[in-house]
């Protein structure tokens, strides 16, 4: 199956400057990505960038990530209704030291002629004056060429700052610049991306006569119409420090089965005929949700590790499983408050939680159960754990039960979660 083909049967392709497909299947060819550094962290929606390179360098060619240093202190218009603020020089290389490290896990860099390869667009911009620039690239390209672009019309109303107008003319010299100096012939990104990859190719047919091409990938789209990638507290990094591995894991265990026949596609290296036996195996028992623990399982391992996705599964059943004292003891800080998450959290001093009977702490310092009647009813009933395990009307609460030395998980019943903290 050629490169093309694998985007199409996985529903990523959306945009192909025609003759592209005649030349991937001349041989090897080099081809790039531009990520921006806007963050120290990509997120998920970088993974579908980041998926189309790996895809590349399998079908048998070179790979170029671009991380946008000078690009990224410009500021990319594409998508966006207001100009971003600028990035200081430190925190712009603290951005693309992280982003670098990122690519790194995904690309191979050691495997010949398709060696995968990062460059930084400020390594050509540094030295390059506004002069220089205007004389040797702005020329090419005119401004009605510009106006025309998506990016800027959807701006012209609202009005876009000269420096965001000059983007596409900045990433377009990219293209150039590669093109010239690493015989790149190829420039991929998200559908977004079209107007500003096709300036590129036209630079470098107007300025030296070249032929270059280009090829769009689709933007994900969530079936219920919310944003892909986000969440309720936001985006779903790739970093453990932002979205911690058991977050990432429910984020994708927890796609409708719709999404999850359209991410295993895009978001795993699983072929075909796995993909088809998932989903049939799936659909005959929608209840087990083979095809989102397929899902999780895969991108979990690539993103994070073994360990993490293993951590993952035993956080989670914590909440929907069997649990040990082990694995509750395993758990970091971070693991306990995304795992409770929402749940009632009553804060108490540790010498209250010490020195209390547990009826007291669960009526009195916490109101857990709204009366010591009620709590001492549900204690005799059998219907109280504390960390997992069940209560009886002596227990004692002591230091070493103190999760992190300082949780405790109270659970009423099988479903109703509290979370006491000592302060």
């Given at each position: 199956?050629?490169?093309?083909?694998?985007?199409?049967?996985?529903?990523?392709?959306?945009?192909?400057?025609?003759?592209?497909?005649?030349?991937?299947?001349?041989?090897?060819?080099?081809?790039?990505?531009?990520?921006?550094?806007?963050?120290?962290s990509?997120?998920?929606?970088?993974?579908?960038q980041?998926?189309?390179?790996?895809?590349?360098?399998?079908?048998?060619?070179?790979?170029?990530?671009?991380?946008?240093?000078?690009?990224?202190?410009?500021?990319?218009?594409?998508?966006?209704?207001?100009?971003?603020?600028?990035?200081?020089?430190?925190?712009?290389?603290?951005?693309?030291?992280?982003?670098?490290?990122?690519?790194?896990?995904?690309?191979?860099?050691?495997?010949?002629?398709?060696?995968?390869?990062?460059?930084?667009?400020?390594?050509?911009?540094?030295?390059?004056?506004?002069?220089?620039?205007?004389?040797?690239?702005?020329?090419?390209?005119?401004?009605?060429?510009?106006l025309?672009?998506?990016?800027?019309?959807?701006?012209?109303?609202?009005?876009?700052?000269?420096?965001?107008?000059?983007?596409?003319?900045?990433?377009?010299?990219?293209?150039?610049?590669?093109?010239?100096?690493?015989?790149?012939?190829?420039?991929?990104?998200?559908?977004d991306?079209?107007?500003?990859?096709?300036?590129?190719?036209?630079?470098?047919?107007?300025?030296?006569?070249?032929?270059?091409?280009?090829?769009?990938?689709?933007?994900?789209?969530k079936?219920?119409?919310?944003?892909?990638?986000?969440?309720?507290?936001?985006?779903?990094?790739?970093?453990?420090?932002?979205?911690?591995?058991?977050?990432?894991?429910?984020?994708?265990?927890?796609?409708?089965?719709?999404?999850?026949?359209?991410?295993?596609?895009?978001?795993?290296?699983?072929?075909?005929?796995?993909?088809?036996?998932?989903?049939?195996?799936?659909?005959?028992?929608?209840?087990?949700?083979?095809?989102?623990?397929?899902?999780?399982?895969?991108?979990?391992?690539?993103?994070?590790?073994?360990?993490?996705?293993?951590?993952?599964?035993?956080?989670?059943?914590?909440?929907?499983?069997?649990?040990?004292?082990?694995?509750?003891?395993?758990?970091?800080?971070?693991?306990?408050?995304?795992?409770?998450e929402?749940v009632?959290?009553?804060?108490?001093?540790?010498?209250?939680?010490?020195?209390?009977?547990?009826?007291?702490?669960?009526?009195?310092?916490?109101?857990?159960f709204?009366?010591?009647?009620?709590?001492?009813?549900?204690?005799?009933?059998?219907?109280?754990?504390?960390?997992?395990?069940?209560?009886?009307?002596?227990?004692?609460?002591?230091?070493?039960?103190?999760?992190?030395?300082?949780f405790?998980?109270?659970?009423?019943?099988?479903?109703?979660?509290?979370?006491?903290?000592?302060?």
């Open positions: 199956m050629s490169y093309i083909e694998e985007l199409r049967w996985r529903g990523m392709l959306h945009d192909i400057m025609p003759g592209t497909d005649e030349l991937l299947a001349k041989g090897k060819v080099s081809g790039y990505i531009g990520f921006d550094p806007t963050a120290d990509l997120h998920i929606g970088s993974l579908a980041i998926m189309t390179l790996i895809h590349f360098q399998v079908a048998g060619h070179k790979p170029i990530a671009l991380v946008g240093g000078a690009t990224g202190i410009v500021g990319d218009p594409s998508g966006r209704s207001d100009e971003r603020n600028m990035l200081s020089e430190d925190v712009l290389q603290h951005n693309l030291a992280g982003i670098r490290k990122q690519l790194e896990q995904f690309l191979n860099f050691d495997c010949g002629e398709n060696s995968a390869e990062i460059v930084n667009n400020y390594d050509w911009f540094k030295q390059f004056s506004f002069l220089d620039f205007i004389s040797d690239a702005g020329k090419y390209i005119t401004v009605n060429y510009m025309a672009k998506d990016s800027v019309k959807m701006r012209l109303e609202s009005g876009m700052s000269f420096t965001e107008f000059c983007y596409q003319l900045i990433q377009g010299y990219d293209f150039y610049y590669l093109w010239k100096n690493k015989g790149v012939l190829l420039q991929m990104g998200g559908s991306q079209w107007g500003n990859i096709v300036t590129g190719t036209e630079l470098i047919r107007r300025k030296d006569g070249g032929e270059a091409f280009a090829l769009t990938t689709q933007l994900i789209r079936a219920d119409g919310t944003k892909f990638g986000k969440s309720m507290g936001g985006n779903i990094w790739l970093d453990a420090n932002k979205t911690s591995p058991y977050k990432f894991y429910q984020y994708w265990l927890n796609a409708s089965d719709e999404d999850a026949k359209n991410f295993i596609k895009i978001f795993t290296l699983k072929t075909k005929e796995e993909i088809d036996t998932l989903i049939a195996e799936h659909e005959a028992e929608p209840h087990l949700r083979k095809l989102q623990k397929a899902l999780a399982d895969d991108i979990t391992v690539r993103v994070h590790s073994k360990e993490d996705l293993q951590k993952a599964i035993d956080a989670s059943n914590i909440l929907f499983g069997q649990s040990t004292t082990e694995q509750l003891n395993a758990l970091t800080e971070q693991d306990i408050l995304d795992i409770f929402g009632p959290m009553f804060e108490t001093s540790k010498e209250v939680i010490e020195n209390s009977d547990i009826v007291s702490l669960l009526a009195e310092h916490t109101q857990i709204p009366s010591k009647g009620e709590a001492r009813k549900n204690i005799e009933a059998n219907a109280v754990s504390i960390n997992k395990e069940k209560v009886a009307l002596a227990t004692k609460i002591v230091s070493n039960q103190l999760l992190r030395g300082k405790l998980i109270a659970q009423k019943g099988k479903k109703n979660y509290f979370l006491i903290k000592a302060v």
